[in-house]
């Protein structure tokens, strides 16, 4: 296995990033976006020796990749639709992605639960399949449990009408510190990276995308911006991709046909203690044939999804009513207490960029491919949507691959991210804590040592973050606001919005020690509030 470089300390100081931007006139590639498209991207191009610069609107994973469902997957709902090229990739890329960093995704195994007689040899046959395909990437063999083993495997498991089920093994990561990791071993490699730095116009000559124009979004009316100028440019903002294609079309004087079908997926945490399991429970048709998770993650459980179309593209979107409804009706379906409202301790929502079909019909999203889109545009605007998280490092391969092709970049050597440690990865081998614990400094990895070397390491603010933790994230982890802390470094928004609540006062008075600014403390109160709101 290759090994990351051991480099300095590379600067998250904001002044000092931005001075360097302003300088800055010219690079090989810049990315739009830092998401899971846009860092998987940035730090492909960096290995392969290309200067990146990375811009990102609001903060790292502040959008979809932090709302993923923790899980890193081959799909097991997609090979039922005969997917099987994208579950194949899917699960050669999950071992992947769990060797090169394995403090942030690990095995998981899970259990499907049978009421029907039949769906343990149907589900059981198809999960060996799964397995097939997963070749020597395998993360164990599927097995057929009886109903006293099934009940052992999952406590809390309705056991009425309860026949048996089926054990397979996936993954599950912690996205937006995933996100994080990438960012910040991309800067180590040498690229530039920063957030709450939005692209306000792409610039064209002679009818091609030549540059790109930023605005440093946290500089008020004394706003510093600059113009960057690039060979090639990668739209990979997500959800909002259609965005930046409408500028790069407008500069053409042509209309924008819209890419993206958002399709929404709701998220309940609840106390771990309604599944006091180590593995997840899986549901792989619902009464109305959908899937339904309940999945053991950070000392919580999380219950979902939904995949209701959306036609808006919020920044923070909303859970339906029915949404909630019908994750609430569908676990009391499969758990011996069944979890209602005032059990939920944080709801929260992500927008799934899934490609819209070319001739699209009326319908829901469950049928829309969840593989992922390269378009060149005629001026040469490269937009990158749809996937999912497991698949990031072969989207950012085959994003670079079209770059090549279109002549956008001259010939590359080859792709050196397959067996790339990520910052904080443990040598192989290293026990490491599940993700099905509580936090703690173990999602450092190899930097707890740093991070426990700051003031602070023995005050606990609440669900295992310490006041060295928010300082790390301050010093060395990009976060310029409660909410970046708060929801991405640890993930106490995401798992209890109350407790997250009572932690800001703390929060924000190191982060005024650590940058000199509050991190804007009423914005994240009024976010959690609706985190803490179950719509009914």
């Known amino acids: 296995m290759s090994q990351t470089a051991v480099l300095p ?83 050669h890329e999950r071992r992947a992605l769990l060797n090169n960093a394995p403090h942030l995704a690990q095995p998981l195994a899970f259990v499907m639960p049978a009421y029907r007689p039949w769906e343990v040899p149907f589900y059981g046959t198809g999960l060996k399949i799964y397995d097939a395909l997963a070749g020597a990437a395998s993360l164990g063999r599927t097995e057929w449990l009886g109903r006293a083993r099934t009940q052992a495997q999952l406590p809390g498991v309705n056991p009425s009408g309860l026949f048996g089920g089926v054990k397979y093994w996936d993954g599950q990561f912690d996205d937006a510190r995933l996100a994080l990791t990438l960012a910040r071993t991309a800067a180590a490699q040498g690229a530039r990276v920063l957030n709450y730095c939005p692209v306000v116009d792409v610039l064209h000559e002679n009818g091609r995308v030549s540059a790109v124009r930023w605005r440093d979004a946290l500089g008020g009316a004394q706003a510093r911006e600059g113009t960057v100028r690039a060979r090639c440019v990668i739209n990979a903002t997500g959800v909002w991709v259609d965005d930046l294609r409408r500028l790069d079309d407008a500069a053409r004087g042509q209309e924008t046909a819209s890419m993206v079908a958002p399709s929404q997926g709701v998220h309940l945490v609840v106390d771990r203690s309604f599944l006091p399991a180590s593995d997840a429970l899986l549901v792989p048709r619902t009464r109305d044939g959908r899937v339904l998770f309940a999945v053991p993650w950070l000392g919580h459980l999380i219950l979902g999804t939904t995949d209701t179309p959306r036609d808006a593209v919020a920044r923070e979107p909303r859970a339906l009513p029915e949404e909630v409804a019908f994750i609430l009706n569908e676990s009391a379906h499969v758990l011996a207490r069944a979890p209602r409202a005032e059990d939920v301790l944080s709801v929260w929502v992500g927008l799934r960029p899934l490609v819209r079909p070319e001739h699209e019909e009326e319908g829901g999203t469950k049928t829309i491919s969840r593989e992922h889109t390269v378009r060149v545009s005629p001026s040469g605007l490269v937009t990158v949507t749809g996937g999912k998280w497991t698949t990031y490092r072969s989207m950012a391969e085959d994003v670079l691959r079209h770059c090549q092709q279109a002549g956008l970049l001259q010939a590359l050597p080859p ?47 609440g669900l295992g973050l310490s006041e060295a933790m928010v300082r790390h994230a301050a010093r060395r982890e990009y976060a310029r606001t409660v909410e970046d802390v708060l929801a991405r470094r640890h993930r106490m928004l995401f798992l209890n919005a109350n407790c997250a609540i009572q932690a800001v006062p703390a929060v924000s008075r190191i982060l005024a020690e650590e940058i000199g600014t509050d991190g804007d403390p009423d914005a994240f109160l009024s976010l959690a509030e609706r985190y803490c709101h179950v719509p009914a």
Do not use: M, W
């Not at 300088?23 to 290995?47: F, K, N, P, Y």
């Not at 020796?49 to 469902?69: I, K």
């Not at 040598?427 to 703690?440: I, K």
């Open 9 to 91: 300390p590379v600067t998250t100081d904001r002044d000092q990033l931005l001075h360097d931007l302003e300088t800055l006139s010219e690079v090989d590639l810049i990315v739009i976006g830092g998401g899971a498209s846009g860092l998987g991207v940035a730090l492909d191009a960096r290995l392969r020796g290309l200067s990146v610069l990375l811009l990102e609107s609001h903060d790292f994973a502040g959008g979809t990749s932090s709302r993923a469902t923790k899980l890193v997957h081959g799909g097991v709902r997609y090979l039922a639709q005969g997917d099987i090229s994208l579950v194949r990739e899917a699960l």
């Open 415 to 461: 792709c050196r991210t397959a067996r790339f440690p990520l910052l904080g990865a443990p040598a192989p081998g290293a026990p490491a804590t599940s993700l099905t614990a509580s936090p703690g400094l173990h999602a450092y990895g190899t930097e707890a040592a740093d991070v426990q070397a700051l003031s602070g390491n023995d005050r606990d603010l």
